[in-house]
């Protein structure tokens, strides 16, 4: 099978089928090319996709990867990152192996069938010209043997004519004697261009056109196998990292299979355990008694009498009530209403009326009172939430609850004994440099030294004064945790024979019930003693309720009990907490004074803007 035999005739056609096979071969590398730019930009959106998610240093989300779940999720964009450098590595290959490879042997292609065919079209000249000068030299050989014959008729009859003289007819003789010569030389030379041209045309036929299509078709059979080369290349380069791959998908299943559901339960209870004792039940306190209440030995009044002041927890084991209430809500749990507010009054001020609208019954443990005494008069005790909002955290963490100071602690000290170590390996390398000066004095100058050792030795003792005054710490908390249960049951009378230091001065003042069942007025002054720093840690000193609206008042209320505020009409306050279904409205005159009032005796205008403000068609 060969083109020079079997497509002696089709050279135009052999030309536009190579040209086609190149064009096949250039498409070829525009896919693969294409195809890498691909793999590249998809590796380029996996790396930013991961390093998107990564944790962001020194920030929460760093903390919050200790969770094995978080770990595996970090570990699985670690393996995409590496999944990414994988698809990287095929654009690289397919570039290098394939792209630029094939780009080169194109170039050389062209080169190669551009030659070719040059020698097919200058031999294709080459017998076009023998034809054309076989053409030439019959048409000479006719013409010549016409003019012969035309010569020798001619002489012929002037031979026969008597009246032609004898010069003529000898003329017309030579004439065609010329005539014939000429004709033979013309037949020779047509014989000869014949010859030379059936000659030519042999070797053209049988020779060069088939050495020249050969040539074609072995460039046309490279063409098409380095097509099948790159092919399996391509296939190639995706198999290589397939094993890498399938390490990458492995190591995600890994990650996944090492997610540990109790070991993350044990981290949320380190991370937020506070160290507090559940609250214990609360005491049943007797209102039968029409008058006054019981007078119990453990009571409030019975510390004022004997000058021995007990903070009453209630319960069996007397735990703390508030140790997860926040300011705010403690405030309005113990202040707010529990009886629907009185009617608005039918008059133009419900003052005239009598028997007017009284505020609602105070349904109030004397307990709750005297706390809520505590944390609304002036000046409070000092807690730390006002260093959270503009000064820096205590040294020793004693605004944290006992469990989480003690992890605090407990990281501090590890800290500064990292800190030791690497001061301690300073300072060692620092005396093997002196010591090599020692044994070469030309290599520096020990003295040099002495200053930079005697400032990490101080640095040395710094750190180690600091990491006893954590240890210190970190022992009283860890000395304490236990004995935590004990301390509360022996909370309310661990002081009793000494002088208790005053906290707050409370006064109470009982009015007349709306249901008239007892009138008690009490004026008293005790002293309090409480410890400031479960005190500190039970209590926020949180900014004030921001404002949410204006109203105004339509009748005068007087706020006769504890919770409520007078008002009186045409007055303009600020409205803190609005109407929650229960028939009150919490408002405030100034900065000490707030309180509720009814809000059918008052017209509301909430600001649209405020947080938590609902605007009402």
């Known amino acids: 099978m060969s083109w020079g035999i079997e497509l002696w005739d089709q050279f135009d056609n052999l030309e536009k089928h190579t040209q086609w096979g190149i064009d096949i071969l250039e498409k070829y590398i525009k896919f693969v090319k294409e195809r890498a730019e691909i793999e590249l930009s998809y590796a380029k959106q996996l790396r930013n996709l991961s390093k998107k998610y990564q944790p962001k240093k020194n920030s929460k989300e760093e903390e919050e990867y200790k969770y094995t779940s978080c770990q595996a999720f970090l570990s699985t964009l670690n393996e995409m990152n590496d999944y990414a450098g994988q698809h990287e590595v095929i654009s690289e290959n397919m570039t290098s192996q394939i792209t630029l490879d094939l780009a080169r042997y194109v170039q050389e292609l062209k080169q190669e069938r551009k030659s070719n065919f040059h020698d097919g079209r200058k031999a294709q000249q080459h017998i076009e010209t023998c034809w054309k000068q076989l053409e030439s030299s019959k048409r000479r050989f006719e013409r010549d043997c016409k003019e012969a014959d035309r010569a020798q008729q001619y002489f012929e009859k002037m031979d026969a004519d008597i009246n032609v003289t004898k010069a003529d007819v000898e003329k017309a003789r030579q004439q065609a004697q010329i005539r014939h010569q000429m004709a033979e030389d013309s037949k020779a030379d047509y014989s000869n261009t014949l010859q030379k041209f059936n000659q030519e045309q042999h070797e053209y036929y049988h020779t060069h056109i088939p050495g020249i299509f050969q040539k074609i078709q072995e460039m046309e059979e490279r063409r098409v196998l380095r097509l099948g080369e790159s092919m399996r290349t391509y296939a190639e380069v995706d198999r290589q990292v397939i094993p890498i791959v399938g390490k990458c998908l492995d190591g995600i299943v890994k990650a996944a299979e090492s997610i540990d559901q109790k070991s993350d339960s044990q981290l949320v209870i380190e991370a937020y355990k506070s160290g507090f004792e559940p609250p214990g039940d609360i005491e ?69 009326v009598p028997n007017g609208p009284q505020s609602p019954k105070q349904q109030k443990e004397p307990l709750s009172h005297r706390f809520n005494e505590f944390m609304t008069s002036k000046p409070k005790i000092h ?46 390398a620092i005396t093997k440099m002196k010591d090599v000066y020692l044994k070469n004095p030309q290599m520096g100058d020990p003295a040099s030294l002495d200053h930079k050792l005697t400032e990490v030795s101080q640095n040395i003792d710094k750190l180690r004064l600091e990491v006893q005054k954590f240890e210190a710490w970190l022992a009283e908390v860890e000395g304490r945790l236990p004995a935590r249960n004990e301390q509360v049951r022996r909370q309310s009378g661990m002081y009793d024979g000494q002088p208790p230091p005053t906290v707050n001065t409370c006064a109470q003042d009982r009015e007349s019930s709306p249901d008239g069942s007892y009138t008690e007025e009490q004026s008293q002054e005790s002293e309090v003693k409480v410890l400031a720093t479960d005190f500190d840690d039970e209590f926020d000193d949180e900014e004030p309720l921001p404002a949410i609206g204006t109203c105004k008042a339509l009748y005068t209320f007087e706020g006769q009990n504890e919770g409520t505020i007078s008002v009186a009409e045409g007055e303009t306050l600020y409205v803190i907490e609005e109407d929650k279904g229960d028939g009150w409205t919490r408002i405030r005159r100034n900065e000490d004074e707030e309180g509720y009032v009814p809000t059918s005796y008052v017209e509301v205008y909430l600001d649209k803007n405020a947080k938590g403000a609902k605007t009402y068609i």
């Open 284 to 352: 049943f306190e007797d209102y039968t008694q029409p008058m006054k209440r019981t007078v119990s030995e453990n009571s409030l009044s019975n510390s004022r009498g004997d000058g021995k002041p007990e903070l009453k927890f209630g319960g069996k084991s007397k735990g703390k009530l508030w140790p997860f209430i926040k300011k705010n809500k403690l405030m309005s749990l113990l202040t707010s209403p529990h009886q629907p507010p009185p009617p608005p009054p039918a008059s133009a001020s419900p003052s005239t």
């Open 383 to 428: 807690c730390f939430r006002s260093l959270k909002r503009g000064g820096s955290t205590p040294e020793d963490f004693s605004n944290l609850p006992p469990e989480q100071r003690r992890k605090k602690l407990q990281q501090k000290v590890d800290e500064l004994n990292k800190e030791i170590q690497k001061e301690m390996d300073q300072r060692d």
